[in-house]
Nanobody, 119 residues
Framework: QVRLVESGGALVQAGESLRLSCAAS????????MGWYRQAPGDQRELVAT???????NYADSVKGRFTISRDNAKNTVYLQMNNLKPEDTAVYYC?????????????WGQGTQVTVSS
């Protein structure tokens, strides 16, 4: 199991930047994949970015070129750098950890952090 704690959500204006952090309760190098999802009011939860233990990162088309997922293994922390924020980025952002495999994922979720972008 793993416990995930997100932080860094805030109210910002369009065009500004934010960095979200996700602290894991176990070494993240032991986790198959880390990721970020978001959910806006009335919408389904959607993938923002994923970072597998090995392999390429993956981003939603809507955030490519603006968001960057990264990790610090020494701090057991994953980050989401969000630049040039838009009002449509407003959502609760959730950190995820997949302790399973590609064929049998076992995903854990954090409690979420609110990001609000005003126009």
């Amino acid at each position: 199991q793993v416990r995930l704690v997100e932080s860094g959500g805030a109210l910002v204006q369009a065009g500004e930047s934010l960095r979200l952090s996700c602290a894991a309760s176990r070494p993240i190098f032991s986790i198959n994949a880390m990721g970020w999802y978001r959910q806006a009011p009335g919408d389904q939860r959607e993938l923002v970015a994923t970072m597998p233990h090995s392999g390429s990162t993956n981003y939603a088309d809507s955030v490519k070129g603006r968001f960057t997922i990264s990790r610090d293994n020494a701090k057991n922390t994953v980050y989401l750098q969000m630049n040039n924020l838009k009002p449509e980025d407003t959502a609760v952002y959730y950190c995820t950890a997949d302790l399973g495999t590609a064929w049998s994922p076992r995903i854990y979720w954090g409690q979420g952090t609110q990001v609000t972008v005003s126009s």
